[in-house]
């Protein structure tokens, strides 16, 4: 079985500001990583991925992650956020087990960025 | 760009009713998925689909039923709904197990 937890329900940062959302996970096996943003009212829009590699990944609007296999983790950091990264950030892991791509998302951390 | 439409955004259905979600996607993937989204709950897995006609229950199946007659559509359905179904509803689908999965807009359902 593999699980994501996002200890951060909720994450206020003024605007320019740097942010840390973070996300761990557990699984058994190899896990592809990825990270999603769902502004209000929309679906699911992705952000990045770790496949393999490089653990160090960049994905679109300046957003980075670092995939650390000894701590299970995939923080995603930006150094300088704006208004319109107000938005919810999901975390998910998809292990690499014979049921093929099933994700398994994390609660969610809701990051609101203020004047 | 892949894009995936879900029939409905918004969708108001009385208890016992029964409730059909289509999702229709163009990009010739082989997987689908179903979920549903509750706040503080993320996002759970209900049904998804590797082909034609083959189904498979992911983590919260009870109550709910999908069909997959053609690879582009795989539809929803809720029996008899009930008011604990009152959810958000998003359809993904991606290509393969490496590549990332892409979401249509979410049919926000209310179930009275």
């Known amino acids: 079985a593999q699980s994501v937890t996002q200890l951060d329900s909720q994450v206020p940062v003024f605007e320019e500001a740097p942010v840390e959302l973070r996300c761990n996970y557990s699984s058994s096996v190899s896990v592809y990583l990825f990270w999603y943003v769902q502004y209000p009212n929309q679906g699911l829009q992705l952000l990045l991925k770790y496949l393999s590699g490089s653990t160090l990944v960049k994905g679109i609007n300046g957003f980075e992650a670092e995939f650390n296999k000894s701590q299970t983790s995939f923080h995603l950091r930006k150094p300088s956020v704006h208004i319109s990264d107000t938005a919810e950030y999901f975390c998910a892991v998809n292990g690499l087990t014979g049921g093929g791509n099933k994700l398994t998302f994390g609660t969610g951390t809701q990051l609101k960025v203020e004047l | 760009d892949v894009k995936v439409t879900q029939s409905s955004r918004y969708l108001v259905k009385r208890t016992g009713e029964k409730v059909f979600l289509e999702c229709v996607q163009d990009m010739d993937h082989e997987n689908m998925f179903w979920y549903r989204q509750d706040p503080g709950l993320g996002l759970r897995l209900i049904y998804f689909?590797?082909?034609?006609?083959?189904?498979e229950k992911g983590d919260i199946p009870e109550g709910y039923s999908v069909s997959r007659e053609k690879k582009e559509r795989f539809s929803l359905i809720l029996e008899s709904a009930s008011t604990n179904q009152t959810s958000m509803y998003l359809c993904?689908?991606?290509?393969?197990?490496?590549?990332?999965?892409?979401f249509g807009d979410g049919t926000r359902l209310s179930i009275l």
């Open positions: 993904a689908s991606s290509l393969t197990g490496d590549q990332p999965q892409h």
């Open positions: 689909s590797y082909d034609v006609k083959m189904k």
